[in-house]
């Protein structure tokens, strides 16, 4: 038995010897197309293949994170195991004592904001951009001339489940540059005027058709002269005046596809000085000085103002019920323009692009898709009006139950239509909009003549357009 044991080890032996011989003989003998030590193709292109437990990173960066793109994130995430959503915020609200302070006022610092747009635009010229990209504080119509920015519109067919008659095309239509689109809002606002219906009886003033500023001039010079001492339209500051006449008429003055500019143009001039005479005759209220404690009210109730007509931005439908909260018998007037137009404009409180040379392109678009799916869409975290159809009738029905709200039928009707309303997209250019701001002000304070300012307006504009 012992001698059998051995023999057996031993021809084991044998073999493990010849094995290696033969191995030894094949590596000193390699074929001419294969260099020596080297992987075989298919052994290489195993290699190279990413872990298949390692996530796919889409990259997102804007100014700052908000509430509804970190639920975004954390949803598309869990439905989609594979990816991952890095947002990359340039500016974070501080904490103190282990509390969020915001800034007065809500906004942020500008000098954040220039520092977010001269990153973006350092990363967008050297390739090496985020996939996803912040793009309403960048002139990003320039950056999808140089071809640094996605077509939108080469994702958006049935083939890729997308279904144009799921969202307001219309409002997508108006962000249209030349031949394609090259920025998404999830979320978009509108200004409207609401107006007291105990002043304004008698105007002869219908709600449902388009004014312009003559008219608004005209119908407010007969109200001063009714002999009441109440105040016509809410104060407003004249920038935000001014950039609400610029943004509703935008196209009379700017043509960014073709980078030309007409405010040196009478009509430029002639608005100015009617912006300017809205002050001077208190056709617009002066600024009134807090008196006291400031009077709080409950959902439905009324402040009861005299003011005719107040400016307000509908950023929700719920923000129409503050008409109810103004006055105790409101009315909704479409915002005047300088010649009646069809529709109204619109802004977006973030468009977000993708990186033309971003490799991530077919995953960036789902999650540009996501943000505006019925799912999203119908989050109370949304920041303004939703372009998906369905998310806006059930915000719409949802306000209509809602009894403390006090819509009146007119008004529900009046929200089903702003959306399908919405035909021109009046955001500006951010350094357009700064240079209308500051080259405007020593005109409302009587330091400069509207001609002077006009001038000066269109050569900065055009050298900005021509850069």
Known sequence: MKHKMIGKKGFILSLITLMLVLSACS????????????????????????????????????????RFLELAKEKFEAANPT????????????????????????????????????????????????????VDELAYNKYAEKGLLTNLIDFMDKTNGFNQDDYFMNVLDALKNKDGLYALPYGVMT???FGNQERLAGLNLDPAKAWTWDEFEKKMKTLANDGSKDPLVRYLN??????????KDMDKFLDVNEKKAKFQDQAFIDMLKQAKSFYDLKIISPLEQPKGPGKAIKMGESLGLKDALSLSEITTYS??????????KPLLYQAPTSEPKDGNSFESNMLL????????????WSFLQFLISEEMQSSPELEGLPVNKKASQAQID???ANKDMKLSPEFIEAAKELLPQLKRYSGLDPKIKK????????????????ETVANSIQNKVSLYLEE
Request: hydrophobic share 35%; proline share 5%; no cysteine.
């Open 27 to 66: 590596s000193s003998n390699p074929s001419a197309s294969s260099p020596v030590n080297s992987l075989s193709n298919e052994e290489k292109s195993a290699t190279d293949k990413p872990n298949s437990n390692e996530k796919k990173v889409i990259t997102l960066s804007v100014i700052k994170s908000t």
């Open 83 to 134: 990816i991952k959503i890095e947002i990359k915020p340039s500016y974070t609200v501080p904490e103190v004592s282990g509390r969020i302070t915001v800034a007065r006022g809500g906004g942020i610092n500008p000098v954040e904001v220039e520092k977010f747009v001269t990153t973006v635009n350092a990363e967008l010229m050297n390739g090496n951009a985020s996939d996803i990209i912040a």
């Open 191 to 193: 200004s409207v005027w």
């Open 238 to 247: 004249p920038d935000k005046l001014l950039l609400e006449m610029v943004s």
């Open 319 to 328: 923000s129409l019920s503050f008409a109810s909260m103004f006055y105790d």
């Open 353 to 364: 692009s993708i990186n033309n040379k971003s490799e991530n392109k077919k995953e960036a």
């Open 398 to 400: 949802a306000s209509a």
């Open 435 to 450: 240079i209308l701001i500051d080259e405007t002000e020593p005109f409302f304070s009587g330091q400069k003549s509207a």
